[in-house]
T-cell receptor, first 113, second 113 residues
Framework: GAVVSQHPSRVICKSGTSVKIECRSL??????MFWYRQFPKQSLMLMAT?????????EQGVEKDKFLINHASLTLSTLTVTSAHPEDSSFYIC?????????FGPGTRLTVT | QQQVKQSPQSLIVQKGGISIINCAYE??????FPWYQQFPGKGPALLIA?????SEKKEGRFTISFNKSAKQFSLHIMDSQPGDSATYFC????????????FGTGTQLKVEL
């Protein structure tokens, strides 16, 4: 069945380095994927909408130079957190639309030390 | 106009009881209303969804009630079980324009024995 996967599930990086998170749609193609960020005990905050073959659309207040999104194929979108700082530590979740449904990945826990 | 208000913030229900979570929206262009269940450290999982052309939808122990005139919808969990203890999010989308999901603030449900 249709599933959204993410890799890695957890990542620890040092301050100032960059980290890439992959989001894949399995058994379906997704022209649009969404990237969310979630802090503990809070709701999901949409960061950007990723469109296959074109530039991502970022939500207000999200730094596009810091959170680089690439949607190079119909089944893969990547989020790169550049020059990460401890305040970027969070739970990052991607989503893709499958028919009428919005499916979510299992999330990636990023810890910046 | 893009907000979805959710209540209560937390809820404690006895095993076998009914859990009720409410959401209200303002944007009349919303035409898709899903509910998600999220366990700690996991991505949200789609529980049930409804479109505004029906007033109620039931899947197993989960029921969505939808009141278009009041712009409100609710999730009822019948025969609540300890395994239902999780955070529940309502959401809404205008599927014809932008496709973004707007999330409620979440309800932390605890089902006690």
């Amino acid at each position: 069945g249709a599933v959204v996967s993410q890799h890695p599930s957890r990542v620890i990086c040092k301050s100032g380095t960059s980290v890439k998170i992959e989001c894949r749609s399995l058994d379906f193609q997704a022209t649009t994927m969404f990237w969310y960020r979630q802090f503990p005990k809070q709701s999901l905050m949409l960061m950007a909408t990723s469109n296959e073959g074109s530039k991502a659309t970022y939500e207000q207040g999200v730094e596009k130079d810091k959170f680089l999104i690439n949607h190079a194929s119909l089944t893969l979108s990547t989020l790169t957190v550049t020059s990460a700082h401890p305040e970027d530590s969070s739970f990052y979740i991607c989503s893709a639309r499958w028919g009428q449904r919005y499916l979510f990945g299992p999330g990636t826990r990023l810890t910046v030390t | 106009q893009q907000q979805v208000k959710q209540s209560p913030q937390s809820l404690i229900v006895q095993k076998g009881g009914i859990s009720i979570i409410n959401c209200a929206y303002e944007n009349t262009a919303f035409d898709y209303f899903p509910w998600y269940q999220q366990f700690p450290g996991k991505g949200p999982a789609l529980l049930i969804a409804i479109r505004p052309d029906v007033s109620e939808k039931k899947e197993g122990r989960f029921t969505i009630s939808f009141n278009k005139s009041a712009k409100q919808f609710s999730l009822h969990i019948m025969d609540s079980q300890p395994g239902d203890s999780a955070t529940y999010f309502c959401a809404a989308s205008n599927t014809g324009g932008g496709n973004k999901l707007t999330f409620g603030t979440g309800t932390q449900l605890k089902v006690e024995l």
